[in-house]
């Protein structure tokens, strides 16, 4: 039903990466994945990349397909299929190509860029500390001018693709110790040979194989045309860097519910108990029917707020939104799932057990929900506080609205 939101390229570009999904990535390797067995799917990135399948929005001179959010949205849920670790390996170039296609220069595109969305580099962005997770102006990594270099460091954490990058997304503080923290960070390219120490993988619920570690940097050198944007400027990047991480978040979390929902559909035509088929009854049917309208729901905000990024307008309380909306349903929805299996949804005799573990996750990565309902409030109460839109004021419409003694407020 949601063809009617797509042109026919954005459908062709959806089915290649449908193809590619169900044909190109083998269950061995998800299998191999999840046990632990392979830190990065590097071989599966180059094959995305070789595709035209990374970074699909971006400008075809730099290897994109020059396509619209909407596009990129359909690719992002069909890769949704394989998990967060693979999902998020397919997003990374949308989401550190961001701030190299707004803010880069000419010979980072070319350096960092290109190769980026071909598959033969891999990036990783490095924004959480070990002192602070959703406090990202809390940063204390400092990157020091030395002549024609920065000196970097301090310590990332968490950094998606860490066991497999070559080269890394760096904030750093450089402003003066007292400057607003706001108007004190930057971000700079930093390739791994520079010195980048990978110290730790971490051991993950879900999500395995994309990783996943923390990063050292001690005294790293970093040239000055690795700077990315103006110094000081790095506000503006990561700001920008949440439209593709919270995106990409709900679709990729909308893939994974889609595939699970079809699952649980599937088997209770075929499962039967007290002589019926399960989807007779409605404490089944009423389950999956309410995910189906969870999903559409999320989908088509995540759809709206696409379009209204592709349309150059504010779209950061229809991001954060759509991030919150889509993870919550995929969780509520892979949950549901696993109730309508019973027993068998929680062993790995089907997947709902690890897309139940892998979307939990979503929820805290690229902000958590809660920090989305912070900048939805605050995006909104903006929006009608400062409207001059002339619209009825209903408030006169109560029955005892002339009781204006009534109205107390302090």
């Known amino acids: 039903m949601f063809d009617v939101l797509l042109t026919d390229p954005e459908k062709a570009l959806r089915d290649e990466a449908r193809a ?8 061995a ?16 990135v180059r094959a995305m990349g070789k595709a035209g399948l990374l970074g699909v929005r971006f400008a075809p001179d730099h290897g994109g397909r020059g396509a619209s959010w909407a596009a990129e949205l359909a690719v992002v849920e069909e890769f949704g299929a394989l998990g967060t670790a693979l999902g998020c390996a397919q997003a990374m170039p949308s989401i550190v190509g961001e701030a190299l296609s707004r803010f880069g220069t000419d010979d980072q595109k070319r350096r960092y860029l290109a190769p980026i969305l071909a598959g033969e580099l891999v990036a990783a962005e490095g924004l959480t500390e070990p002192r602070g997770g959703s406090d990202f102006f ?19 954490r968490f950094v998606v693709g860490a066991a497999g990058a070559d080269v890394f997304l760096i904030y750093a503080r450089t402003g003066a110790p007292d400057a607003p923290p706001h ?48 110094l000081h400027g790095g506000t503006e990047i990561f700001n920008r860097m949440m439209v593709p991480e919270r995106l990409t978040s709900a679709a990729g979390a909308i893939g994974m519910a ?5 699952i649980a559909t599937r088997y209770a035509q075929k499962r039967k108990a007290f002589g019926r088929p399960i989807r007779d009854y409605q404490a089944v049917s009423f389950r999956i029917a309410e995910s189906v309208a969870r999903l559409d729901a999320a989908r088509a905000l995540a759809f709206v707020a696409g379009r209204t990024v592709d349309a150059g307008l504010d ?6 939104e759509a991030k919150k909306v889509a993870t919550e349903a995929g969780w509520a929805t892979v949950n549901d799932a696993m109730q309508v299996l019973g027993g068998i949804g929680y062993t790995s005799v089907f997947p709902i057990e690890r897309m139940l573990r892998d979307l939990r996750l979503t929820m805290i990565w690229t902000g958590t929900n809660e920090v989305m309902n912070l900048l939805t409030y605050h995006e909104y109460a903006k929006e009608l506080l400062g409207s ?13 609205a002339d009781a204006i003694e009534e109205k107390v407020y302090e």
Do not use: W
């Not at 590619?20 to 269950?27: E, G, I, K, L, N």
């Not at 390797?29 to 599966?44: F, H, I, N, S």
């Not at 001059?388 to 005892?400: H, I, L, P, Q, W």
């Open 315 to 320: 779209g950061r309380r229809l991001v954060s």
């Open 20 to 27: 590619f999904v169900r044909d190109a990535v083998s269950p």
């Open 388 to 400: 001059k839109a002339a619209v009825r004021d209903v408030e006169s419409d109560a029955g005892d």
């Open 183 to 230: 108007k004190s960070i930057s971000a700079f390219l930093v390739d791994r040979s520079l010195g980048v120490d990978v110290k730790h993988l971490y051991g993950l619920l879900g999500t395995r194989g994309g990783g996943t570690g923390r990063i050292h940097l001690r005294d790293v050198r970093v040239p000055a045309e690795n700077l990315v944007g103006k």
């Open 138 to 156: 809390g940063a204390t990594t400092t990157a020091r001018q030395d002549g024609s270099h920065f000196v970097l460091t301090g310590q990332k």
């Open 258 to 262: 889609r595939c699970s929902l079809e």
């Open 29 to 44: 390797l998800l299998k191999a994945m999840d046990a632990g067995e392979v830190e990065y799917p590097r071989d599966a």
